[in-house]
């Protein structure tokens, strides 16, 4: 299947939530029980984030597919109650992330 087909053609997420690539997403009680009743990536993505939190990148590794992809689908299941979604505070005076957190994710994902 097309990965644009997976997401309806949408690049964003409907809410509008901004959701940076280093954001652990983790299962609510809600998503834990309704989860059988998903499509297989939203099944997936409730397993994965329900065994321990796991990051939006992370989740799109997984997956196969672009980041992209894997923060529309989270946001969706965000949006459904499903999934609680940790952002990481901004620590930049540019809203961005410090350094420090971007190699460390860097050196995380070279261990893949």
Same mark, same amino acid.
């Given at each position: 299947?097309?990965? %644009?087909? !997976?997401? =309806?053609? =949408? *690049? #964003?997420? &409907?809410?509008?939530?901004?959701?940076?690539?280093?954001?652990?997403? *983790?299962?609510?009680? #809600?998503?834990?029980?309704?989860?059988?009743? !998903?499509?297989? &990536? %939203?099944?997936?993505?409730? &397993?994965?984030?329900? =065994?321990?939190?796991?990051?939006?990148? &992370?989740?799109?590794?997984?997956?196969?597919?672009?980041?992209?992809?894997?923060?529309?689908?989270?946001?969706?299941?965000?949006?459904?109650? %499903?999934?609680?979604? #940790?952002?990481?505070?901004?620590?930049?005076?540019?809203?961005?992330?410090?350094?420090? !957190?971007?190699?460390?994710? !860097?050196?995380?994902?070279?261990?893949?």
């Amino acid at each position: 299947m097309p990965v %644009y087909a !997976l997401t =309806r053609g =949408r *690049t #964003h997420t &409907e809410s509008g939530m901004d959701m940076p690539v280093e954001a652990m997403v *983790t299962v609510s009680g #809600h998503g834990a029980r309704l989860a059988t009743t !998903l499509d297989f &990536e %939203y099944r997936t993505i409730i &397993e994965l984030g329900g =065994r321990r939190p796991v990051s939006v990148i &992370e989740i799109g590794a997984a997956l196969g597919v672009p980041v992209g992809v894997a923060r529309v689908l989270v946001s969706d299941l965000a949006d459904a109650g %499903y999934l609680v979604v #940790h952002a990481p505070p901004p620590t930049t005076t540019a809203g961005g992330p410090s350094r420090a !957190l971007l190699e460390r994710l !860097l050196d995380g994902l070279r261990t893949l």
